[in-house]
């Protein structure tokens, strides 16, 4: 059995299998399976997973996990290949598409995750040989100091500033909703809030709040360089994305992370020590973000030792890199395996 899907800005419908046991058949004849082709030149693949790799409701309209996991299975099997699956977080609650994870991962020659709660996930399903290597966002240096200024002053942004970063759970909220949370973090600081948004819904969202409250809006101008050198200016950071969690720990800058749409979030701040968990900002503030917020202010300076503590080894894994598998045989890499 196969489920039609449709590719975003595509006009062509493709078929996937429904379940791992149809792959092989599937996969029989390359030729006709959308850009699979391109592994039969490569002389390794290397799967950069990010935050892709986790379940959907409905795999029809939101393909992307399924698709790259038989990807890794095709490169894999189906070609002969090599297969490195890195920097990724996983993450599932059904038994069916913890089969495909299992199924494509098996068969890698190394596998690597950027937090310690995928790499239980995976050994769940019995695969163990997993190294847990920090996102290569560790790596980020800040922007020198007359460019950060220069942004600062274009901007009217004052040092001392609340960072107010949007996330895949956030940016769906009415505006009602954030501008509170916005203005209860201005007042429990004393600080001015800065709202800085990705793409899609986060900049319409964002905007219109700032509007609102007269905030500045920082947007996708402001590369990861930048944003580490501006949170080092920061006083207070908010944030449901993911790699903004990464940056604010680089500053260091007292956090207050938010629920994502997986436990990746979560995962980082398990790594990396960090006492408070994420917080829900829920439609209707029956949530714990005011009490959170009062902690993360009362405990700021605590939480900026914590990561002043703990980022410096995660840079370090992260600097190791990833063992050559070109080398031959199945490579082994004193690292961090937590299971």
């Known amino acids: 059995m196969t489920v039609p899907i449709w590719f975003a800005g595509e006009q062509d419908q493709y078929d996937l299998p429904d379940s791992p046991d149809g792959w092989d058949d599937y996969l029989n004849d390359l030729t006709e399976t959308p850009g699979f082709d391109r592994f039969g030149w490569a002389d390794v693949v290397i799967m950069n997973g990010e935050g892709t790799i986790h379940e959907w409701p409905d795999m029809a309209t939101r393909p992307e996990s399924y698709l790259r996991l038989l990807e890794i299975y095709a490169a894999s099997v189906g070609y002969g290949k090599p297969v490195m699956a ?35 996930k995976l050994a769940a399903l019995g695969l163990e040989d997993v190294e847990v290597v920090p996102d290569a966002a560790f790596l980020t240096k800040p922007a020198d100091d007359d460019a950060v200024g220069s942004f ?73 360089e930048m944003l580490v050198g501006l949170l080092q200016r920061s006083s207070l950071v908010v944030s ?35 006492p408070v968990r994420p917080v829900e900002l829920a439609e209707d503030g029956q949530d714990g973000f ?38 031959g045989g199945r490579p082994t890499v004193d690292g961090v395996v937590i299971k």
Not at 92 to 100: I, N, Q, T, V
Not at 314 to 325: C, S
């Open 86 to 120: 890195v920097n990724q977080s996983i993450d599932y609650w059904s038994e069916g598409f913890g089969r495909w994870v299992q199924a494509a991962f098996k068969g890698c020659d190394y596998v690597s995750v950027r937090e310690p709660i995928s790499a239980r």
């Open 152 to 224: 600062m002053d274009s901007r009217g942004i004052e040092p001392g500033f609340v960072a107010f970063f949007l996330g895949e759970t956030v940016q769906d909220l009415p505006p009602d909703r954030l501008e509170r949370a916005a203005v209860l973090a201005s007042d429990v600081t004393g600080r001015p809030v800065v709202f800085f948004a990705g793409p899609w819904g986060e900049r319409r969202l964002a905007s219109e709040v700032a509007s609102r409250l007269q905030a500045p809006v920082v947007g996708m101008e402001a590369g990861p």
């Open 240 to 274: 449901g994305r993911y790699h903004c969690c990464i940056f604010a720990a680089l500053a260091p800058a007292p956090l207050l992370p938010l629920t994502s749409n997986t436990h990746k979030i979560e995962g980082v701040m398990e790594m990396l020590q960090y």
């Open 290 to 327: 005011e009490c959170s917020l009062k902690q993360v202010w009362e405990t700021r300076d605590e939480l900026k030792a914590v990561f002043e503590r703990t980022v410096p080894e995660a840079v370090r894994l992260t600097e190791r890199g990833y063992p050559n598998v070109l080398k």
